[in-house]
């Protein structure tokens, strides 16, 4: 009787293991892995008003006081885009994906003026703009011919962002008279954003696919609070604050020009307007290629 009793035991336990066995494989068949890289692009928002006020003050000074002009400060537009998401498919048409992702822009730019022989002046803008997404995406997919499908995805982000603002001034005349400054700031903030696109899929074999997508992304955040130095040949001076978007008027040229500027309080100078808590725009397109892998094949 009782070894009746364990052999029932173990039969049905084998059913029990048998059947979850094949549970999780039916399962594991509905995920997939998606790895991708590409260009993206990434609009600045406010962060592009250092180069704009800078270029557009310089730009009117030169015929002004008959100065050279050489370069021109730029923000970065382009860069890489880096992508990793588990797609878990709902039936043939709809999936679920999770992913992370990883983009930066960064570039260097000079601009010099110069009153030859009597002086010359030099700036160099080295802003980057660094964020790490978690996306959830939903997909609808669609077949185009026998082995190429075409999806649609949609959904929303959080997204951890890093500013970097790095501006070297420097100057020289005939006198001998020189000098320099550096300021370099860093703030990291984070928020939710969205995303939508679409794009094509070739199935190479039944665990493989090829695909391309482009994406649009919509994200901006405020309320930055940076840290970092001012250094100057004498010493290095510490500070922090609130990014401020300002537009400051010049009396020799008789025009207002945009510029950020780091504070603790609202800055209040009657040379200033539509002073308010910068904006940094994240928001853009991206262009990405990449290998889908299905498991449980």
Not at 59 to 83: A, M, Q, R, S, V
Not at 103 to 116: G, N, T
Not at 271 to 296: C, L, P, W
Request: glycine content about 12%.
């Amino acid at each position: 009787m009782r070894r009746k009793s364990v052999l029932l035991a173990l039969t049905v336990l084998c059913i029990f293991l048998l059947t979850t066995a094949g549970n999780a494989q039916d399962l594991l068949k509905r995920f997939s892995l998606k790895i991708s890289g590409g260009l993206g692009s990434t609009s600045g928002g406010d962060f592009n008003a250092v180069p704009d006020g800078l270029n557009a003050l310089v730009e009117d000074l030169t015929p002004f006081f008959g100065l050279t002009k050489t370069g021109e400060l730029e923000n970065p537009k382009w860069g890489l885009d880096f992508e990793g998401e588990l797609l878990f498919s709902l039936s043939k048409n709809f999936g679920l994906g999770l992913g992370v992702g990883y983009q930066k822009r960064s570039k260097e730019s000079p601009l010099e003026v110069a009153l030859e022989p009597l002086m010359r002046a030099a700036i160099t803008w080295e802003p980057a703009l660094t964020i790490i997404p978690i996306n959830l995406s939903g997909y609808y997919f669609f077949p185009i011919g026998s082995k190429m499908n075409a999806f649609l995805k949609a959904g929303i982000g959080y997204y951890f962002a890093k500013v970097n603002l790095k501006l070297r001034e420097e100057y020289e005349s005939f006198l001998g008279l020189e000098g320099w400054n550096e300021d370099e700031f860093e703030a990291k903030d984070s928020g939710f954003g969205f995303h939508g696109g679409l794009g094509i899929e070739y199935n190479l074999t039944g665990s493989i696919s090829f695909y391309a997508e482009g994406m649009g992304r919509y994200l901006k955040i405020t309320d930055w609070e940076f840290e970092g130095t001012t250094t100057y040949a004498s010493g290095v001076i510490k500070g922090s604050g609130t990014l401020w978007y300002l537009e400051e008027f010049l009396e020799a040229t008789g025009n207002y020009y945009p510029g950020l500027q780091i504070s603790e309080q609202k800055p209040t100078d009657p040379e200033y307007r539509n002073v308010r808590e910068a904006e940094v725009d994240f928001s853009g397109f991206s262009f990405r290629v990449g290998i889908r892998i299905r498991f449980g094949k």
